[in-house]
């Protein structure tokens, strides 16, 4: 693995500071979501934890990496719209799909749901229509990149997030990749968390690496979310 990017101490960035710093253009301008019925499907993403996570550490910005439809991220999104105040979520995903979304070809939620055409998955405007649909468009901002440049797109910036919901690959590499580099991305006293602890191997063991590495104790809520807080 590639050394992480230099790390700018976090500043406080609002909505439109990292909007404007990602997209030259809004990604809703124009996007006709009428023409995409809702469908927010997707696994664990609607689950109450989000919504009390939230409420507890009251974040000014939360990164999610893996958002495919945005079941997870709209559960958030009206989290933080709750609580008032300028608050962003930006979701980090290729939305090509992970490894397990092309091993059937007949799957109707995975490799079907990429709804590809040409050859290349449109599931992208799936999540921006559901946003849309939710009424999400000022809180969630979409970054189309893998989780690794992304990640050192927001070091290089100086980005801080108070809340990081990782759930993009279930490979034990990957993982721990991720948890390598957005916990240098979480500020002090942040919550780095994810699900599919007991389902997936891969991320029970990097999960577990990690934390011992970092001295930390994983906790582990409704058999399924991992939880790592970052020392104040």
């Not at 101490?9 to 997209?23: F, G, V």
């Not at 997707?42 to 507890?56: A, V």
């Not at 809340?163 to 034990?172: A, C, K, R």
């Not at 979480?186 to 690496?209: C, H, N, Y």
Request: charged share 20%.
């Amino acid at each position: 693995m590639s050394s992480p990017a230099t790390v700018r101490s976090p500043s406080a960035e609002t909505s439109a500071d990292i909007r404007a710093k990602l997209h030259h253009e809004d990604p809703y301008a124009g996007f006709d979501a009428t023409a995409i019925a809702p469908d927010l499907q997707g696994w664990n993403g609607n689950s109450p934890f989000f919504g009390e996570l939230i409420n507890k550490l009251r974040p000014q910005l939360v990164l999610e990496v893996g958002s495919w439809k945005g079941q997870s991220a709209a559960t958030m999104g009206r989290a933080l719209q709750q609580l008032g105040g300028e608050r962003t979520l930006v979701c980090v995903d290729t939305w090509l799909g992970a490894l397990e979304f092309r091993t059937d070809h007949e799957d109707p939620e995975r490799y079907r749901g990429l709804a590809i055409r040409h050859g290349y998955p449109q599931v992208y405007y799936q999540f921006l229509a559901n946003m849309v649909h939710a009424g999400l468009q000022n809180t969630v901002v979409p970054f189309p990149q893998t989780s690794l440049i992304a990640a050192r797109w927001f070091l290089v910036n100086g980005i801080g997030a108070d809340l990081i919901y990782i759930d993009g690959s279930h490979e034990e590499n990957d993982v721990y990749a991720d948890l390598v580099y957005y916990w240098q991305i979480a500020k002090p006293g942040a919550v780095v968390f994810g699900d599919d602890f007991v389902a997936w191997e891969g991320v029970r063991k990097a999960v577990t690496t990690f934390a011992q590495e970092q001295g930390l104790e994983v906790g582990v809520r409704d058999n399924n979310f991992w939880i790592l807080q970052k020392p104040a």
